[in-house]
């Protein structure tokens, strides 16, 4: 079932790579509904890792209330198309914000500009769900994730 705080089904699927690193070195998002961790560290504004591209919509997802977070707004993920055709996934705070990024890069493109996912109900969170993980705590979240 879909956690309806991080809308994740999969409850230790990320870090999706490189888990110990990203745990032990980069701020989280504790899901306070599921446990789920998920990469919120900001490196300057817009750096987060939520606001690149994804391969898959699925992906994208994991990391939407991340995006949500940072934004202090809901967000939806946007299908683009680049000029070799690939599609990558991508999460916008709102439709302006996707067309400033279209006019900066010209050869993607994004057919109809509706978001292909978006949530429809946001559930706040408390600052003390961003933060750095103890060493215990990724010790048990990677023991978790091996079993999952
Ligand atoms: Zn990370
Ligand atoms: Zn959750």
């Known amino acids: 079932?879909?956690?309806?705080?991080?809308?994740?089904?999969?409850?230790?699927?990320?870090?999706?790579?490189?888990?110990?690193?990203?745990?032990?070195?980069?701020?989280?998002?504790?899901?306070?509904?599921?446990?789920?961790?998920?990469?919120i560290d900001l490196?300057?504004?817009?750096?987060?890792?939520?606001?690149?591209?994804?391969?898959?919509?699925?992906?994208?997802?994991?990391?939407l209330k991340c995006a949500e977070i940072i934004t202090g707004s809901g967000c939806g993920i946007y299908e683009l198309i680049y000029t070799r055709g690939d599609r990558r996934y991508k999460i916008f705070a709102s439709e302006n914000e996707l067309c400033r990024f279209l006019e900066k890069n010209r050869d993607i493109r994004c057919e109809n500009r509706t978001p292909v996912y978006k949530t429809e109900e946001i559930t706040k969170i408390s600052p003390e769900q961003i933060r750095y993980l103890t060493k215990e705590e990724v010790e048990k979240y990677l023991s978790e994730k091996k079993h999952k």
Do not use: D
Not at 1 to 24: D, F, H, V, W
């Open 1 to 39: 079932m879909k956690c309806k705080e991080c809308y994740s089904e999969n409850q230790r699927i990320t870090p999706l790579n490189g888990a110990r690193k990203c745990l032990e070195n980069h701020r989280q998002y504790i899901c306070a509904t599921c446990g789920r961790t998920v990469c």
């Open 43 to 63: 490196g300057g504004e817009r750096k987060a890792r939520c606001f690149f591209p994804f391969s898959t919509k699925e992906m994208a997802v994991l990391y």
